[in-house]
């Protein structure tokens, strides 16, 4: 017998621990320390471009009634191609797996064992060890893994939630007055795109709608109403952990600058400074474990990804090892480093992806795929000159100049006029993505 509420609660929970990685952690705080007086208007910048457009993506692929590789395939074979191994390749080896380990070095092992930055063979030998269990786990499944995430969640936001009310209660130090930054609203939206979770929301969304179906839900509008219900219910757990994590880094904003310490070394100062040393020690072991299950989810989403793509051609351990040997490669430039690199990268691949989501949206009333295609092109062209504008190209820096530039979003009028114009321009609209054609009719 189906309990629509308990159901929404179970799934909510679920959707919370995907979206909960612990390399999310780091963003917040160190964007409330920059924006200082302006921690909340940064938060809600950051809190919709990261779960606020992930939520979205979740539900794009439940009104389209399609998968991520069914979503892409209206701007074209090549394209969604591209565009796809795009975005598994930034949730996978080049950003996020890496990350992970990063992550582990600077919030585990430094503050342990008591280690200093730029210690080349710890970090290195930690790399290995690291990727070295990630590529077992990911070989052979384990219910060993399914335990450990499962008991990490809850945990580590308990033990989150403890150290922000202790945060509220007895602030580390006065918020400073004044923001260290130039556009608060940017800098947000930014983090927030380097979470990575609306690139994963595409991944993790047919997961959760493939668990609202199995519980038996099948018509249009229960699904809509079980997967609104969860995503509410990891709404609120993320609202309440990464808005209680930007105030408790605006409460060291008169103690730090953002050119002055590390995002990794900014939420250890904060749990040692509220927790005491016991407490960096418990999240620094929490972190850890929850790292390693996010690389090993992440690596298995690669391998299988690629197998698929290659028909078995490359089959799934083969792309799981290589997968492991780049990110271990990659770890070593440290964490803020490959947040650094990861900018330029995601401005080229976010713009195109959220064209195509957005659009998904509508996709009952979209008939013609041209208006996908012509969409995504210019998204990505703007996102293109966007970032040649970043990198000192001068011919470029028209684009500064665009509406909501000032919000990071100049792409978006471009985006909607090419959307227009590919209107105008015959085609036929795709239908052999859907994944079920017969649930698209409600019961």
Not at 189 to 214: M, N, R, W
Not at 254 to 279: C, P
Not at 389 to 417: E, R
């Amino acid at each position: 017998m189906k309990n629509q509420k308990a159901d929404m609660f179970v799934i909510g929970l679920a959707l919370f621990s995907m979206f909960f990685g612990a390399g999310n952690i780091i963003f917040p705080p160190f964007l409330g320390m920059q924006a200082g007086s302006s921690w909340g208007l940064g938060f809600v910048s950051y809190y919709i471009a990261d779960i606020g457009l992930a939520l979205v993506a979740i539900f794009a692929m439940l009104r389209a009634n399609t998968d991520f590789n069914g979503m892409m395939s209206h701007i074209g074979k090549v394209p969604a191609t591209i565009l796809s191994c795009a975005t598994v390749l930034c949730i996978g080896p080049f950003i996020a797996i890496p990350r992970t380990a990063a992550t582990t070095y600077e919030m585990a092992v430094m503050p342990i064992f008591g280690l200093e930055a730029g210690n080349v063979m710890i970090t290195a030998i930690t790399s290995v060890i690291f990727f070295v269990i990630t590529i077992i786990l990911s070989l052979n499944e384990s219910s060993v893994l399914d335990i450990i995430g499962k008991f990490l969640t809850p945990v580590l936001f308990i033990g989150l939630l403890i150290m922000i009310i202790k945060g509220f209660i007895s602030p580390i130090a006065p918020i400073s007055d004044t923001t260290q930054l130039e556009s608060v609203v940017q800098t947000g939206v930014l983090s927030g795109y380097q979470t990575l979770d609306v690139l994963a929301a595409l991944c993790f969304g047919v997961v959760i709608l493939k668990t609202v179906k199995e519980k038996g839900y099948t018509s249009i509008g229960e699904k809509n109403l079980v997967t609104g219900g969860a995503a509410i219910v990891a709404g609120i757990g993320l609202l309440i952990i990464y808005g209680g994590l930007t105030y408790l880094g605006a409460t060291m904003s008169t103690l730090h600058t953002g050119d002055s310490i590390t995002r990794a070394n900014l939420i250890t100062e904060i749990v040692k400074s509220l927790l005491g040393q016991g407490g960096v020690i418990f999240l620094g072991v929490v972190v850890a474990f929850a790292c390693l299950t996010t690389s090993v989810g992440l690596a298995s989403s690669c391998g299988a990804f690629f197998e698929e793509l290659t028909n078995g051609k490359v089959n799934y351990k083969t792309v799981v090892i290589i997968t492991c040997v780049v990110s271990a490669v990659l770890a070593n430039v440290g964490l803020d480093t490959i947040v650094s690199i990861s900018g330029p990268i995601l401005d080229l691949v976010y713009p195109a992806a959220l064209s195509v989501i957005v659009l998904a949206l509508f996709a009952n009333n979209i008939k013609n795929d041209n208006i996908y295609k012509a969409a995504a092109l210019g998204a990505f062209i703007m996102s293109v000159l966007t970032t040649a504008s970043n990198y000192g190209v001068t011919a470029c820096d028209f684009v500064k100049s665009l509406p909501l530039a000032t919000y990071g979003f100049n792409w978006l009028v471009p985006t909607v006029i090419c959307g227009i114009i590919g209107a105008f321009i015959k085609g036929k609209k795709n239908v052999n993505s859907l994944i079920d054609e017969e649930d698209t009719v409600e019961n």
